[in-house]
């Protein structure tokens, strides 16, 4: 299976840290952020790899080169001006086929969240086009994003179903995007419509997980992972 990391974002709520360095790129525990999540995708078996990028997205393939260094290959879907998710993807979908004919799930990762996840487990059930892994929902997002009633991810909750916070981590089938174009677009609408069709499915994922969004969260994720060593 390959896998994607987005990495294009402009990280304005980093700034200043990423006036001069790309979000994926910044230090957490003694490596790029992005390197967590490499090592980590290779570990689980993972080796052959996609990297959007746009904003200073040259210095992230000066640091990170071909792969090889980590035990991998990696590509880079380079975008001149950031495409937000979905247009980053589907820019990529090229790069996440074999020769763009087989249709294969891959796993989607969002570079500025970190956890201790291994990234194995999960599967796309037929007719599915996504499974979305989800967590508790953080104090900057109390409300959650999407409901999951038994292995089903909903855009409503059931009385029964619980409201959780999408991690970025996903499943996702190419023809998610079939139909769309290019441009700048969220995912999220995609997985929504998906939802109503009854072709997300998903599980409440059980690990520490960080939305490493703002500086005060990363230094606090580093104080967490120092005190572990």
Same mark, same amino acid.
């Given at each position: #299976? ?11 709520? #980093? ?11 910044? !230090? ?9 999540? =490499? ?11 996609? =990297? ?17 260094? /980590? ?12 495409? &937000? ?20 799930? /891959? ?38 994003? /999407? ?26 089938? !190419?023809?998610? /995007? ?36 703002? !500086? ?12 572990? &060593?």
């Amino acid at each position: #299976m390959k896998a994607m990391i987005l990495a294009a974002g402009r990280g304005t709520r #980093m700034a200043p840290l990423t006036d001069h360095c790309p979000k994926p790129l910044l !230090p957490l525990a003694g490596k790029p952020l992005i390197v967590h999540h =490499i090592e980590k995708l290779v570990a689980a078996g993972m080796t052959d790899l996609v =990297i959007n990028h746009a904003y200073l997205g040259r210095m992230i393939e000066q640091q990170l080169g071909d792969g090889a260094a /980590f035990a991998a290959r990696i590509q880079y879907s380079a975008e001149a001006d950031a495409l &937000e998710t979905g247009g980053g993807i589907f820019n990529a979908l090229p790069l996440l086929t074999d020769n763009g004919r087989r249709q294969e799930p /891959f796993l989607l990762v969002n570079g500025d969240v970190w956890t201790d996840w291994d990234y194995t487990g999960g599967a796309l059930n037929d007719g599915d086009l996504a499974h979305l892994w989800l967590v508790d929902n953080p104090s900057h997002n109390p409300a959650g994003d /999407f409901a999951l009633h038994g292995n089903r991810v909903l855009n409503e909750a059931p009385a029964d179903a619980q409201r959780l916070t999408f991690s970025g981590l996903s499943l996702l089938h !190419p023809d998610l /995007f079939r139909g769309c174009q290019g441009g700048a677009y969220p995912l999220a609408p995609l997985l929504r419509q998906a939802m109503d069709r009854g072709q997300v499915s998903g599980e409440h994922l059980q690990a520490q997980w960080v939305d490493v969004g703002t !500086p005060q969260r990363l230094a606090q994720l580093q104080q967490q992972l120092t005190e572990c &060593e």
